[in-house]
C-alpha cells in the first residue's frame, strides 16, 4: 500500500512539474510578447517606456 | 500543486516588475524624455533643458541604480503630460503596468525553464543563490546576447525593419537559452561545444544593421542609454531569480508534485 502510493506520487511529480513548466512557459510567452513584441499601435504605446528599456526592438 | 507553481512565480514576476519602474526613472526614463526631443530632427530646447536637471542627478553607478529601486522617485511627475494614454492611467501608469505584465511574463518563462530543466531550489540559501544563478543567466539570454548586434535604442536612433529585428530578436534569445542549457548544465562537452556554438550562430549570422546610420540624438545619450538599460534590467533579473529560487525553494516538496 504505503509502496504504492510512494510509486504514484514520483510519477506525478514528473508529470506534474512538465506540465506546470509548459502552462508557465505558455502563459509567460503570451504576457512577453504582448508587452514587447505585439504590433498593436494601443499596445505599443502603453508599453513603450517598458520596450525601450528592455531593449526590445522598438519604432 | 501547479497552481502553486505558478502562484510563486506570478509573485515574484509582480514584485520584481513593481521595483522595475521607480529603477527606469532613475536614469532610463529621463534619457529617453530627452532623446525624443530629437526625434524626428526637431530640436527641441525647451524640453531639453527641462530634463537635464535629472539627468545631472542620474549618474549613478550600477549599485545606486539597484538600490534606488525601493524608494519612490516623484521628481519625474511632471513629465507625464500631454501624453494619451489607451487606459487613461498616464504615462507612469501605463509604464507601472507594462512592467507588471512583462515582470510576471518573464517569471513565468524563468520558472518554465528551471522547472522544465528539472533545477531544483533547496530551502535557505542554496535556492537563493541557484535563483540568483538563474537570473544572471536570463540576463545573459534576454539582455547582453541580444544588445551585441541590437543595441538598447533611445527613440530616435537609427532602425532597420522592425520585423527583421524582432524576429534576429526572438531567434537569438531562444538560441543563447538553449546555448546556455547545453554549456552550464549538460556534462558532455559534445553538447557544451555546441551550446558555444548556438550562442555565437546569431552574432555570425548577424543583426539586421540600417543602411544609413546617422542620427539626430546625441552619441552621448545613446551610449549613456546602453549602459544604464543593461544596469537596471541586471537589476530586475537578480531581482526576479532570487525572489523566484526562494518563492519555489518554499513550495513544500510533496506539493511541487
Known sequence: ?59 | MIVRLLLAALAAGLIAGMAMTPAQYVKIVPLILQAETYEGGGHDHGAAEAVSSTTAAGSETPEVTATAGQDHDANDHTHDEGDESMLGLGRLGDTVLANLVAGAGFALMLAAVALIAGIEFPAGRDGLMRGLLLGAGAWFCVQLAPSFGLPPAVPGFPHADLADRQGWWMVTVGASALGLWLVALRPEWVARALGLVLIAAPHVWGAPVPDDISSDVPAYLASAYAAASLATTLFFWLLLGGLLGHFLSRVPAEQRA
Open chain 1, 1 to 59: 500500500m504505503a509502496a504504492k502510493i510512494q510509486t504514484l506520487s514520483l510519477t506525478d511529480r514528473i508529470g506534474a512539474r512538465t506540465v506546470a513548466g509548459l502552462m508557465a512557459l505558455v502563459i509567460g510567452s503570451i504576457l512577453v510578447f504582448g508587452v514587447g513584441l505585439a504590433n498593436s499601435q494601443a499596445l505599443h504605446d502603453a508599453a513603450h517606456d517598458t520596450r525601450h528599456s528592455y531593449g526590445f526592438p522598438c519604432h
